[in-house]
């Protein structure tokens, strides 16, 4: 996999911990170029000065031409892992959901407008979305998260199943768990329904050079999450009804 990466361009969003953090110091191990992207500076400059990157800190959604500036005008791979948890129910403040479509979903969609027409063009590039298992199945207690994640992974399947034959390769990570600052933010339902499998971040970076060796669209840095996709769209009445009884659990534990 190292000569895949050896010195590509690459963007990694909400790099500045968790997940996006671990990407981009796998990346850079693997001998990448790497613009690290935050919309905490100091966070973005720690790990860039760590890896030897280049920071590029702001929202996700509009730092495209710094990232292809500061990596000499190409960007090879480009990692749309920024995201926001947004709990809450269909009950959510209006701008909690306008602000979970906009960082979970448009951020991927106005990065792939700028970014598709030049690997078109030249016939190659990679678009990494960081999605969720909440993409796949669902997540109790997070409407906006749930919703938004499943539209992200909806936009990286168009994505794919669209450009593949023209050179564009992608790919939607789906984990469980992992142990980062938005996992503790999600409180007792986190608690109760990722913490027990959780993983490090690292496993996920793992997960994701291995997707990529295998040219494999979907990533599951925990793999039993295919069993849970399958039995969701065998039965999606019986899935649903287990889902339910852990929403009871969940709800006798408040």
């Known amino acids: 996999m190292v000569g895949a990466v050896q010195d590509a361009g690459v963007v990694v969003t909400g790099a500045g911990g968790g997940i996006g953090a671990a990407l981009a ?3 850079a191990a693997e001998g990448a170029r790497v613009v690290v992207n935050d919309l905490d500076a100091e966070k973005a400059g720690a790990v860039a000065a760590e890896i030897g990157g280049t920071a590029v800190p702001g929202d996700a959604s509009g730092i495209v031409g710094a990232a292809r500036d500061a990596l ?7 990692c749309a892992n920024a995201g926001l948890g947004s709990g809450g129910s269909e009950a959510a403040d209006a701008d909690v959901w306008a602000s979970a479509w906009d960082v979970n979903v448009m951020a991927h969609v106005r990065a792939a407008q700028e970014l598709v027409p030049e690997w078109l063009e030249r016939g190659d590039g990679r678009f990494v979305s960081t999605v969720s298992a909440a993409g796949l199945l669902t997540m109790i207690g997070a409407a906006p998260y749930s919703v938004t994640k499943h539209g992200a992974y909806a936009f990286a399947e168009w994505l794919s199943l669209t450009y593949r034959h023209r050179g564009l390769k992608v790919h939607a990570i789906c984990p469980q768990g992992v142990r980062t ?3 503790a933010a999600t409180g007792s339902a986190g608690d109760l329904v990722l913490q027990p499998t959780a993983i490090e971040p690292d ?6 050079f291995k997707g990529m060796a295998e040219d494999r669209f979907l990533i599951l840095p925990h793999p039993e999450v295919a069993g849970f996709y399958r039995a969701r769209a065998a ?8 889902m339910n009884h852990i929403q009871q659990k969940w709800e006798a534990t408040r």
């Open 181 to 183: 600052d938005m996992l």
């Open 203 to 208: 496993a996920v970076a793992d997960a994701l």
């Open 72 to 78: 000499g005008g190409r960007i090879d791979v480009y």
């Open 25 to 27: 110091r796998r990346f």
């Open 235 to 242: 039965d999606p009445d019986h899935w649903l009804t287990n």
